[in-house]
């Protein structure tokens, strides 16, 4: 008989108070000294406040190159413009699978003045095949996202990969990934597969599952599929997963390539305007 074998949690993380843009407070959970990077995962930002002062700012032109970025709102309106006159507007519930490829320049504006803003910024390295393929947008309209009613307690909304037969709207990315919006009541339990072999973590935002609280990001292990129960106070977390790429990364700042030479012409790239 197969059964199937369990992601345990390797380890627990917890974010660092930064601020990127321009001046935009957030928490840094993956990218920071202590977790550098998560292959295929480069960074997950978390942002969060109903004060204004902390995401007026917003995140002006800058460039990516290497790399994808993806924007997940749970509230608030954000708008994206690029360098190719592109446009967007991102609203509560909805996610922007962006591919930088061989590079864009763009600005993440707050369209709003005062209220709630919430949500995360995922960054998903390319393989070394396709860092200069040509950029690509994925803009996915709440409606778009299937929410799943799993068991008693349980709602998964599904942004990409596969939960439960249903399918996420983000599809032809590199790494396969699997992203889940999960919310639980309190005592619920929940399971979902995650393709063996592939990186695989949970990020708690809201109350807290089995060893993990609200603010932690779990490492888990290898294995077939995550399984968990909420505490007393019910849990929203994220779950995310992608198949690890295994090639040398070269960083600097939005430019994410396999060699330093690549980075360096990349900086030359964008000084020149060949974006
Ligand atoms: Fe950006």
Do not use: C
């Not at 700012?57 to 190159?65: A, E, I, S, T, V």
């Not at 446009?87 to 699978?97: A, D």
């Not at 992203?179 to 695989?200: K, N, T, W």
Request: charged share 25%.
């Amino acid at each position: 008989m197969y059964t199937a074998m369990q992601r345990e949690i390797l380890k627990k993380i917890r974010g660092t108070a930064t601020s990127d843009g321009d001046g935009v407070r957030l928490t840094r959970v993956i990218g920071t000294p202590e977790l550098s990077d998560l292959d295929p995962f480069l960074l997950l930002d978390e942002f969060g406040s109903d004060d204004a002062v902390d995401y007026a700012g917003g995140f002006p032109d800058h460039p990516h190159r290497g790399f994808e970025t993806v924007t997940y709102m749970l509230e608030g309106r954000m708008r994206h413009r690029d360098n190719r006159g592109n446009s967007g507007l991102l609203e509560s519930g909805s996610v922007q699978w962006m591919t930088a490829g061989r590079g864009i320049v763009h600005s993440e504006m707050p369209e709003q003045e005062d209220g709630a803003m919430r949500g995360f910024q995922l960054w998903v390295n390319l393989p070394a095949r396709d860092k200069m393929s040509a950029p690509r947008y994925q803009d996915v309209a709440p409606d778009r996202i299937p929410e799943v009613a799993a068991g008693q307690g349980a709602r998964v909304r599904v942004i990409a990969g596969t939960f439960d037969g249903s399918v996420g709207p983000v599809a032809g990315i590199s790494v396969d990934p699997l992203y889940l919006d999960v919310a639980l009541d309190a005592g619920a339990a929940f399971r979902a597969a995650i393709p063996r072999g592939h990186q695989a973590f949970a990020y708690v935002y809201e109350g807290g599952i089995e060893g993990v609280g609200a603010g932690e990001l779990a490492v888990l292990g290898d294995g077939d599929e995550f399984a968990t129960t909420a505490l007393q106070r019910g849990a929203r977390f994220i779950l995310v997963a992608g198949r690890p790429l295994r090639e040398p990364v070269a960083r600097y700042g939005p430019f994410v390539m396999n060699t330093r030479s690549e980075v360096l012409q990349a900086v030359e790239d964008f000084q020149a305007g060949r974006f």
